[in-house]
């Protein structure tokens, strides 16, 4: 099982930028799916996005699309993602995911998670 720490999250102004990190534990990430998921208070935890196959185009969901950024860097076992202009209703917590079945990392269950972190933006 691979463990994930996530990092950079924080309060940040409407139209900012934060870069969140994914760092893996334990096994390398080289072949899993990888993606990042958020939950906001009383909201279902959604995907926001996923690299499934490195060769692939990554996923975004459409709230996202054009802001945010996914990425892996093998040689660091770790996942980021960029996120620039920022808006109130992407407040939420923010976690990564990886599964070792790549297709089945959009899925909100199973492989491994991170314990989230907390992002907040101000109007």
């Known amino acids: 099982q691979v463990q994930l720490v996530e990092s950079g999250g924080g309060l940040v102004q409407a139209g900012g930028s934060l870069r969140l990190s994914c760092a893996a534990n334990?096994?390398?990430?080289?072949?899993?799916?990888v993606g990042w998921f958020r939950q906001a208070p009383g909201k279902e935890r959604e995907v926001v996005a996923a690299?499934?196959?490195?060769?692939?185009?990554?996923y975004y969901a459409d709230a996202v699309k054009g802001r945010f950024t996914i990425s892996r860097d093998n040689t660091k076992n770790t996942v980021y993602l960029q996120m620039n202009n920022l808006q109130p209703e992407d407040t939420a917590i923010y976690y990564c995911?990886?599964?070792?079945?790549?297709?089945?990392?959009?899925?909100?269950?199973?492989?491994?998670w991170g314990q989230g972190t907390q992002v907040t933006v101000s109007s």
């Open positions: 995911h990886a599964d070792p079945i790549p297709t089945l990392v959009l899925q909100t269950r199973g492989g491994s």
């Open positions: 334990g096994r390398t990430l080289r072949s899993y799916g």
């Open positions: 690299i499934i196959r490195s060769d692939w185009t990554p």
